[in-house]
């Protein structure tokens, strides 16, 4: 069944693979021969905005999941994802970095590795929290179907109960009218046992065995 703890650990999964995304990026541009400071801040720009694309993909799927004849959409919202996410994390650097001709000159070749590496990104979060939501909604009709036959049973024994306790109560009368004739004694004790389980019967309290 769903839990707020399930769902935490789905966004922390992705706030890890965000870290791990931010540090290659950033090594792979400071392996180009690029300052420190342009690699880190490139990265964290990208990768963050990738995130955020990523959790507005969580929340999507979250409330509406698409049926197996929908996946085409899934993937045609990938590429509007990526390709705004392109256009956003472009604009940010060109701004950012606008005296870095050297810089620019590379974010304008590398456009369609960035495209790719998002349409990427983002079809692997979004099929696997159309996954995860899909596992919790089976789990949550799981759970309801055990509920309802647990209720089902509840009643049916609630019902023999009901049934078997008015013939009990006449057979052990009988038996205690057979009694009075035979085992005065007896017969006392008979009802008296009867009087205690009756007493219990009806403090009981309700309980699962």
Not at 137 to 166: G, N, T
Request: aromatic content about 12%; glycine content about 2%; charged content about 15%.
């Amino acid at each position: 069944m769903s839990s707020p703890l399930s769902e935490k650990r789905f966004i922390f999964s992705l706030i890890v693979g965000w870290v791990i995304l931010v540090n290659a990026q950033a090594l792979i541009l400071y392996r180009l021969q690029f300052p420190l400071s342009i690699a880190i801040s490139d990265s964290l720009i990208c990768i963050s905005l990738l995130l955020l694309a990523g959790l507005l993909v969580l929340n999507i799927t979250k409330y509406y999941l698409p049926t197996s004849y929908q996946y085409v959409g899934v993937v045609v919202s990938s590429i509007v994802l990526a390709a705004l996410w392109l256009l956003v994390s472009n604009s940010f650097l060109k701004i950012i970095f606008s005296g870095q001709i050297a810089y620019l000159s590379f974010l304008h070749n590398s456009l369609a590795i960035r495209f790719a590496f998002a349409f990427l990104v983002l079809t692997i979060v979004t099929t696997a929290s159309i996954l995860w939501y899909n596992w919790q909604e089976r789990q949550k009709e799981s759970q309801r179907k055990s509920d309802v036959e647990a209720l089902s049973r509840e009643a049916e024994l609630f019902k023999l109960r009901q049934q078997l306790q008015p013939h009990f109560l006449f057979n052990s009368l009988n038996s205690i009218n057979a009694l009075i004739g035979i085992d005065p004694q007896l017969a006392r004790k008979m009802v008296q046992q009867l009087s205690d389980f009756l007493r219990g019967t009806l403090k009981k309290k309700s309980r699962k065995w």
